[in-house]
């Protein structure tokens, strides 16, 4: 594994441990994405804070709802499911919004499902979402975050 995704695993893994651990981050900023003829309401995670709580401690989230994280740099993340409640495939999205590939997870792991290469955003949303829709690695997103407008 990357000596930086180990990094970041530990450090959201030990900052999370400090933060209040059954209350779910509920009041982000939004932004709409579209992937294809599909709208989907993104709350964005764009601090360290954000990147920590992720979509812990939810009971469900609606299927047109997702979590876009936005990193300064890219780099080859990794995430993992410790205190998330429901299953959610991470998309790994380099800056023009192509998705890299796709990520299975089972809540309440701690397996590490990392991106193919390094990439700046990750797109979580609920587990079988992108398979429904047809979505693969190389389909392209499109939003204000890659560039290409509402």
């Not at 994280?69 to 495939?89: A, G």
């Not at 790994?92 to 990392?114: R, W, Y």
Request: glycine content about 8%; charged content about 20%.
């Amino acid at each position: 594994m990357h000596k930086l995704s180990v990094f970041v695993l530990l450090f959201l893994g030990l900052f999370t441990y400090g933060w209040a651990q059954d209350s779910a981050q509920m009041n982000l900023p939004r932004v709409t994405l579209k992937a294809g003829m599909h709208l989907i309401d993104t709350q964005v995670a764009a601090t360290q804070d954000q990147h920590a709580i992720g979509l812990m401690h939810r009971r469900e989230m609606p299927q047109h709802e997702g979590m876009l994280f936005i990193f300064e740099k890219p780099s080859k993340l990794c995430f993992w499911m410790k205190n998330t409640l429901i299953p959610l495939t991470a998309a790994f999205v380099a800056d023009d919004g192509t998705i890299v590939n796709l990520e299975d997870m089972k809540p309440q792991t701690t397996d590490s499902h990392c991106a193919a290469k390094s990439v700046r955003y990750v797109l979580e949303m609920n587990q079988g979402w992108f398979a429904k829709k047809g979505l693969k690695p190389g389909a392209k997103l499109a939003g204000a975050p890659f560039g290409s407008g509402k």
